[in-house]
């Protein structure tokens, strides 16, 4: 099950929208550099995807699909579980516990079209961490 809201629909060169955008955002935030979130698949953007592609095994061609998608849902995850490494060893374990709720959360911020929900999902995954409603 993919946490990520892909699109749906491959993203490639050329297009733009908020697909895009949220694209952008996510690739940024592994630090996959798009050249920003201007909603522009771009050569930028372009270049983000094959790393992400490469960095799973995958066929680098830059068109971002559902392998993709499956591809960047891990490496989110992942890097929430990097972070829990670098806490105290009491931190860390809850961190770990919920990584997978904090990672959806988070791909849902970056992945929302209802900014609302995605602040809700957010807080929800924050409560669950820290203990709190």
């Not at 099950?1 to 895009?20: H, I, K, Q």
């Not at 771009?42 to 066929?59: F, H, P």
């Amino acid at each position: 099950m993919t946490t990520f809201e892909w699109a749906g629909r491959l993203l490639r060169r050329g297009d733009s929208g908020s697909a895009v955008r949220h694209l952008q955002q996510a690739l940024n935030a592994l630090g996959l550099d798009t050249g920003g979130a201007d909603g522009s698949f771009g050569a930028r953007t372009e270049e983000a995807v094959k790393s992400l592609q490469n960095k799973a095994g995958l066929q680098a061609d830059g068109v971002f699909g559902p392998a993709s998608a499956g591809a960047l849902e891990k490496l989110l995850a992942a890097s929430i579980t990097t972070v829990a490494d670098k806490l105290p060893p009491e931190l860390a374990a809850a961190a770990k516990q919920h990584s997978a709720q904090v990672a959806a959360a988070a791909q849902a911020v970056v992945s929302s079209k209802d900014s609302e929900a995605a602040k809700d999902a957010l807080k929800g995954a924050a409560g669950k961490l820290f203990g709190k409603k």
